[in-house]
């Protein structure tokens, strides 16, 4: 690999070649990432398991049930995780109680 004299090299360049070197790190990172996870999923399989059973299985399929909805807009609802909707934020604002709004 060619040596580099970055004392040399002014803002833009230095600036451009850092650009180049992150964008080159981060595709290292996914490209061996995957490999890793290939290898993974290959170990699991060859003894009979899957990663899921392994390492539990992650939230994100878990569906969660609606906890909160509102009566002029019954699409409008919240599980009561996370930040409050605007719809509830108002409709508190104006006086209601949370328990107004209960499934």
Known sequence: MASVNYDKMSVKELADHIARAQKALNAAKDRERAELKNKIASLAE??????????????????????????????????????????????????????????
Do not use: H
């Open 46 to 103: 060859n003894a009979g398991f899957s990663v899921g059973e392994l390492f539990g299985a992650r939230g994100r399929n878990k569906s969660v049930a609606v906890k909160y909805m509102n009566p002029d807009n019954r699409s409008e609802t919240w599980t009561g995780r996370g930040r409050k909707p605007n719809w509830l934020v108002a409709k508190l604002g104006k006086g209601a109680k949370i328990s107004d709004f209960a499934v």
